[in-house]
């Protein structure tokens, strides 16, 4: 063998030995660690949703009531004031309220808070007038009338008798007209002079003379009765011409007939 190739041979061994070490040596160079999965994030909670909230009727009287409606979702709780408080999600409730007031509806949830209101307005009824009761024939007859004197021992009619009588006769035709139907009597009375029995026929003449007077003026006879007292009823109890004089007269009241 050639010198030359000799020293090829020597080259060729050294690399060899050289590439094998130098393999050794090199380590593996780990991977590095996946990336973790992102997370999906959650949704958030749904807001609370007032999906009605009424009054009706929107305006009453004092003294009436209005219906409060509503209706909400997405809530744990509920609440209108005033006076209500807590309060299921969706329902209805009679209000008195005495005057304009607003009630707030509050609903919360997981998701926030919404609120709503509703007005009802009150308005305050004008007074009506107080009705007087219906006053009765007898109390007509006392206050809308006069009584017609006469002279002792008298049953014509004197200037201030026919007077009074006239105005008896307006009187009594409007009082006819809210009791159609009634009939008055025309009482004759005396003094105390004098005995019952002829009292007694001396108080039918002036009671006749004065209902016959009165259907002069337009009375209708039919409504009209007489009776006489004599000197049973006074008027005054006193023993003088002042109290006589009270007591010749002839006076109207309510018939029982």
Known sequence: MTKRKLELLALLICFTVFASACKKKVAAVPLPPPLPAAKES?????????????????????????????????????TIEPSMGSVQPGG????????????????????GTAEDTALVRVTIPAPTAAVAPRKSLGDLLGEQTQDAYFDYDMSNLRPDARTALQHDATALRDIFKSFQSAKV???????????????????DRRAKEARDYLVE????????????????RPQCTEHNEECWQKNRRAHLSASAN
């Open 42 to 78: 959650a949704p958030p909670p749904p807001k609370p949703e007032i999906l009605s909230f009424t009054a009706s009727p929107a305006a009453i009287e004092r003294g009436q009531s209005s219906s409060l409606r509503w209706s909400v979702r997405n809530v744990t709780s509920v």
């Open 185 to 203: 009597a025309v009482e004759g009375h005396c003094d105390e002079r004098g005995s019952a029995e002829y009292n007694l026929a001396l108080g």
């Open 217 to 232: 003026f337009g009375v209708p006879a039919v409504q009209l009765t007489t009776i006489s007292y004599g000197k049973e």
């Open 92 to 111: 209805t409730r009679q209000v008195f309220p005495n005057s304009n007031t607003t009630y707030t509806l509050v609903a919360k949830g997981p998701g």
